[in-house]
């Protein structure tokens, strides 16, 4: 009885089965967590293998093979349809890993969209389920897809004008002329491609979500202003005086639109007359996303810095810095800084000037020497310090009454930028005046000293901790 199990040739089938299913669910699971870990698109093809093909394999041999059972039985054949698709699962993954998702970036297999290859992949699981059926079962298939191919003609006769307009979107997919996150400017509506289906493309807009048809789009001209990439830029136009000279204002302009924050590093800046009064400057820019806010912040500082440098911005005339209003802002910061008689105060105004700075603008700029001492008025300054990896460190906050450019005194350039807040109001001593009422006293000439070393010395800190 025992020499008949033993001669069987169920056993060795049982026994193999038995042995065999453990050590590959083993293989298969240690091949799974290495590709995991490097992070590879064989990860799902492998999980298939080793969750359902393996022991389906194992079932249907254990059927057909260990308990003889006739391979007409249902039981075999519903283990061998299943065994069969996923073998068709399997290789269709496996080609979607290595043919598409690893695709190198730039190649033909990398722009191919995603509808495609799902519609490539039910294409070719209905006629594998087809042909499984046909060869287990021995189901008549000939006739369903004669039926199908009718129904087709049907339906494509009936739907041709939608299904033209499908097939145009989906060509234009397959070209890819923008991804998620390109700007687009159409003929409907100028946004940033936040979403791209089979159907049509939705644009993000300032005034909601533009959704245009694929076929639309297939069927016009565009233009991707992220193509190629960082070469997007701005025009503003600016209206001048004609009696403002132009390289004055040019030179303006451009000084402006290079401290812009959002401008783009490795872009040039140009200002250029455009005729009559018109003045053109380009900025570049990282994203169209930056244009209105650019454009705002651009014209604020040209508003304010024109009226400091003497310009006509539209043609208009600055009042602002007034006899009275100076005489007031001399008394109220400068005078009890520098210790001022009401005589010393009335000598002080033909030497000060009163002026006022846009949010963000520049008020001292790293490096410069200053040629003058600034007292803020109103409106809050706020210093930072540069490190060598280009990062800003922030050394304080100047408020009302607070002043900066005292490093005019010993000459020495400064050491960090200062940017307005808010909008700033600041009176400004020239130089000269400043040396003249500190000769007068030198205690104050001592406290300015002071003030600039522990200045100095704390932005040291700060650097040096950050």
């Given at each position: 009885m025992i020499a008949d199990v033993f001669t069987s040739a169920w056993f060795y089938w049982a026994v193999g089965i038995a042995v065999g299913l453990p050590i590959g669910l083993v293989v298969l699971t240690e091949w799974q967590h290495a590709l995991r870990r490097r992070h590879s698109f064989l990860v799902r093809p492998v999980t298939v293998l080793r969750n359902y093909l393996l022991p389906l394999g194992a079932l249907l041999l254990l059927l057909t093979e260990a308990r003889q059972i006739p391979a007409g039985a249902t039981s075999v054949r519903t283990v061998a349809t299943?065994?069969?698709?996923?073998?068709?699962?399997?290789?269709l993954s496996g080609v979607n890993?290595?043919?598409?998702?690893?695709?190198?970036?730039?190649t033909w297999r990398k722009r191919v969209p995603t509808i495609f290859v799902d519609v490539a992949r039910f294409v070719l699981i209905a006629v594998g389920l087809a042909v499984i059926f046909s060869y287990i079962w021995g189901a008549n298939v000939r006739g369903l897809f004669t039926a199908l191919g009718i129904t087709s003609i049907v339906i494509g006769l009936t739907l041709q004008n939608s299904v033209g307009q499908i097939i145009s979107g989906l060509l234009m997919l397959f070209e890819q002329?923008?991804?998620?996150?390109?700007?687009l400017d159409t003929a409907a509506a100028r946004g940033r491609v936040v979403e791209v289906n089979w159907r049509a493309v939705h644009l993000e807009t300032g005034a909601g979500t533009q959704i245009t048809p694929n076929s639309v789009l297939a069927g016009a001209s565009f233009t991707n202003l992220s193509r190629p990439a960082d070469a997007h830029s701005i025009t503003v136009t600016t209206i001048f005086s004609l009696d403002?000279?132009?390289?004055?204002?040019?030179?303006?302009?451009?000084r402006l639109a290079a401290d812009l924050p959002m401008r783009r590093p490795d872009g040039t800046v140009s200002s250029t007359p455009a005729g009559g009064l018109e003045y053109q400057t380009t900025i570049p820019l990282h994203s169209p996303a930056d244009d209105g806010e650019t454009k705002k912040l651009f014209l604020q500082w040209v508003w304010y810095a024109s009226r400091r440098a003497g310009l006509h911005l539209d043609e208009a005339e600055d009042v602002f810095s007034t006899t009275e209003?100076?005489?007031?802002?001399?008394a109220e910061v400068v005078a009890p800084t520098l210790r001022l008689s009401a005589d010393q105060q009335r000598e002080l105004l033909g030497a000060a000037n009163l002026e006022r700075y846009g949010i963000g603008e520049l008020v001292q700029r790293v490096g410069e020497v200053p040629e003058r001492m600034t007292f803020i008025l109103s409106g809050r300054v706020q210093l930072t310090a540069g490190g060598d990896d280009g990062s800003e460190?922030?050394?304080g906050i100047l408020e009302n009454g607070s002043y900066l450019g005292q490093s005019t005194l010993t000459r020495q350039p400064v050491i960090g930028n200062a940017h307005a807040l808010d909008e700033v109001t600041v009176v400004h001593?020239?130089?000269?005046?400043?040396?003249t009422v500190v000769q007068r006293n030198p205690v104050l000439l001592q406290e300015f000293g002071r003030i600039i070393e522990d200045r100095r010395a704390h932005a040291r800190r700060l650097l040096s901790a950050d």
């Amino acid at each position: 009885m025992i020499a008949d199990v033993f001669t069987s040739a169920w056993f060795y089938w049982a026994v193999g089965i038995a042995v065999g299913l453990p050590i590959g669910l083993v293989v298969l699971t240690e091949w799974q967590h290495a590709l995991r870990r490097r992070h590879s698109f064989l990860v799902r093809p492998v999980t298939v293998l080793r969750n359902y093909l393996l022991p389906l394999g194992a079932l249907l041999l254990l059927l057909t093979e260990a308990r003889q059972i006739p391979a007409g039985a249902t039981s075999v054949r519903t283990v061998a349809t299943l065994f069969a698709f996923v073998v068709l699962i399997l290789l269709l993954s496996g080609v979607n890993a290595t043919l598409f998702q690893g695709a190198p970036a730039g190649t033909w297999r990398k722009r191919v969209p995603t509808i495609f290859v799902d519609v490539a992949r039910f294409v070719l699981i209905a006629v594998g389920l087809a042909v499984i059926f046909s060869y287990i079962w021995g189901a008549n298939v000939r006739g369903l897809f004669t039926a199908l191919g009718i129904t087709s003609i049907v339906i494509g006769l009936t739907l041709q004008n939608s299904v033209g307009q499908i097939i145009s979107g989906l060509l234009m997919l397959f070209e890819q002329p923008f991804q998620i996150g390109d700007w687009l400017d159409t003929a409907a509506a100028r946004g940033r491609v936040v979403e791209v289906n089979w159907r049509a493309v939705h644009l993000e807009t300032g005034a909601g979500t533009q959704i245009t048809p694929n076929s639309v789009l297939a069927g016009a001209s565009f233009t991707n202003l992220s193509r190629p990439a960082d070469a997007h830029s701005i025009t503003v136009t600016t209206i001048f005086s004609l009696d403002d000279p132009p390289n004055q204002v040019c030179a303006l302009l451009t000084r402006l639109a290079a401290d812009l924050p959002m401008r783009r590093p490795d872009g040039t800046v140009s200002s250029t007359p455009a005729g009559g009064l018109e003045y053109q400057t380009t900025i570049p820019l990282h994203s169209p996303a930056d244009d209105g806010e650019t454009k705002k912040l651009f014209l604020q500082w040209v508003w304010y810095a024109s009226r400091r440098a003497g310009l006509h911005l539209d043609e208009a005339e600055d009042v602002f810095s007034t006899t009275e209003r100076l005489a007031a802002a001399v008394a109220e910061v400068v005078a009890p800084t520098l210790r001022l008689s009401a005589d010393q105060q009335r000598e002080l105004l033909g030497a000060a000037n009163l002026e006022r700075y846009g949010i963000g603008e520049l008020v001292q700029r790293v490096g410069e020497v200053p040629e003058r001492m600034t007292f803020i008025l109103s409106g809050r300054v706020q210093l930072t310090a540069g490190g060598d990896d280009g990062s800003e460190t922030l050394i304080g906050i100047l408020e009302n009454g607070s002043y900066l450019g005292q490093s005019t005194l010993t000459r020495q350039p400064v050491i960090g930028n200062a940017h307005a807040l808010d909008e700033v109001t600041v009176v400004h001593v020239e130089r000269d005046h400043i040396e003249t009422v500190v000769q007068r006293n030198p205690v104050l000439l001592q406290e300015f000293g002071r003030i600039i070393e522990d200045r100095r010395a704390h932005a040291r800190r700060l650097l040096s901790a950050d």
